[in-house]
């Protein structure tokens, strides 16, 4: 079974561009989290699906961030425009629907955003 | 006051050792508490993960939370130098679709 993948693994951008970042979940999986490490810091949680729908987008930093997983398959998360403090590692998670209980989230290997 | 403490380390012990690592909580709603192993340049991986208070074994490896005292743990046993990681605490309130709360990790360095 594939794992989460996540493309591209490291982009380089300049302040005020625009960069999407995707990720393709397990088959199957209905969850996918984004979350977000910011240097020196610990793994924030950005947003949750379950399929197309956004069930928490409570971590969502601002409005220059939009994500989206059209169709129920894999997401995208674009940040328009890029500032300086956007610059971290964004991780993308996914997990089958739980009923009544729990499934563990697997995460991708992160996309490495670097904002000069 | 942040939802969860971990101390950053490193944390260095020779080959063979008991590693203690843990974690203290301030939100009472957590229910989930799992362990997650990060090697440099990958995602974290769920190593064990525990409902509630209790115990729970694997291998070499045993967690421990004490809801009481908002505290949990995990112990590594023999360790090996392929141990050599980040180790992430993380909960989750309710049930695990949601979102995870993480500690910032520590990082262990196991000395051949």
Not at chain 2, 5 to 34: K, R
Not at chain 2, 44 to 70: I, W
Request: with cysteine; glycine share 8%; net charge neutral.
């Amino acid at each position: 079974e594939a794992g989460v993948t996540q493309f591209p693994s490291h982009s380089v951008i300049e302040k005020g561009q625009t960069v999407t970042l995707r990720c393709d979940p397990i088959s199957g999986h209905d969850n996918l989290y984004w979350y977000r490490r910011v240097m020196g810091k610990e793994i924030k949680f950005l947003l949750h699906f379950v399929k197309e729908s956004k069930q928490d987008e409570s971590g969502m930093p601002n409005n220059r961030f939009l994500a989206e997983r059209t169709g129920g398959t894999y997401s995208t998360l674009k940040v328009q425009p890029a500032e300086l403090e956007d610059s971290g590692v964004y991780f993308c998670a996914s997990s089958r629907r739980a009923s009544g209980g729990a499934d563990t989230q697997y995460f991708g290997p992160g996309t490495r955003l670097t904002v000069l | 006051q942040k939802e969860v403490e971990q101390d950053p380390g490193p944390l260095s012990v020779p080959e063979g050792a008991i590693v203690s690592l843990n974690c203290t909580y301030s939100n009472s709603a957590f229910q989930y508490f799992m362990w997650y192993r990060q090697y440099s340049r990958k995602g974290p991986e769920l190593l064990m993960y525990t409902y509630s208070s209790g115990n729970k074994e694997d291998g070499r490896f045993t967690a421990q939370v004490d809801k009481s005292s908002k505290y949990i743990s995990l112990f590594i046993r023999d360790s090996q130098p392929s141990d050599s990681a980040t180790y992430l605490c993380a909960m989750s309130a309710v049930n695990r679709d949601d979102k995870i709360i993480f500690g910032k990790g520590t990082r262990l360095h196991i000395l051949p």
